[in-house]
């Protein structure tokens, strides 16, 4: 267990649903980041939120959006969802000492559009 | 534009050898360079890290070096054990703590 949760662990659902994805962070880690792998572009970095604003954005569609709640945990709501759509979604969080550490990964949600 | 490669072949060795896996990139100017162990279905583990003013360093049986010259780094694992099988990513971070990662190297440590 590396501290950080992720449910659920899998969802199916159809295209054009939407769908919310919950992560809790490691005790005491203030930044969460989401990223979605998928079998031919690897690990996508989505976006990070640090004490419940948002920090960064990597590659995240308009269809997607993410928060950060006062309890430090996050989520991302996927909504119109196409078939591409179809991934792990990972959750990672890092503590303060982040260039000892390095990112702590959740196990993730494995999502599949039918 | 940006981009992290790692030896898109899937990398086979014999248990005891030493395995080396390379990361390439161009277009960053990375402060830390990372690396991670994925096993299939799990979430990928942090190993670890080195900073741009590093040149080596070393954990256990693991040791990375980090050419930022040739914008390059390498990952060894030494005396490999079938337990070493894996896929091994490489991630980057500019100025900011956002960590872009490679597509991984998939070793297959044969016993």
């Known amino acids: 267990d590396s501290g950080v949760t992720q449910t659920p662990k899998h969802l199916i659902t159809a295209t054009g649903q939407r769908v919310t994805l919950r992560c809790s962070p490691r005790?005491?880690?203030?930044?969460v980041y989401w990223y979605q792998q998928s079998l031919d572009q690897g690990l996508q970095f989505l976006i990070q939120?640090?004490?419940?604003?948002?920090?960064a954005k990597g590659n995240i569609l308009e269809r997607f959006s993410a928060q950060q709640f006062p309890d430090l945990h996050s989520e991302l709501n996927l909504s119109s969802l196409e078939l591409g759509d179809s991934a792990l979604y990972f959750c990672?969080?890092?503590?303060?000492?982040?260039?000892?550490?390095?990112?702590?990964f959740g196990s993730g949600t494995r999502l599949t559009v039918v | 534009s940006q981009k992290i490669e790692q030896n898109s072949e899937a990398l086979n060795i014999q248990e005891g050898k030493t395995a080396t896996l390379t990361c390439n990139y161009t277009?960053?100017?990375?402060?830390?360079l990372q690396w991670y162990r994925q096993d299939p279905g799990r979430g990928p583990v942090f190993l670890l890290l080195?900073?741009?003013?590093?040149k080596e360093k070393r954990k256990e049986r693991l040791k990375v070096t980090f050419d930022t010259t040739l914008k390059q780094s390498l990952f060894h694992i030494t005396a490999s054990q079938p337990a070493d099988s894996a896929t091994y990513l490489c991630?980057?971070?500019?100025?900011?703590?956002?960590?872009?990662f490679g597509t991984g190297t998939s070793l297959t440590v044969i016993p």
């Open positions: 277009n960053y100017s990375p402060a830390y």
């Open positions: 991630a980057l971070a500019n100025t900011g703590n956002q960590f872009y």
């Open positions: 005790s005491g880690d203030l930044s």
């Open positions: 080195i900073r741009e003013n590093e």
């Open positions: 990672a969080s890092s503590s303060r000492d982040r260039s000892n550490y390095g990112y702590t």
């Open positions: 939120y640090y004490n419940g604003e948002e920090r």
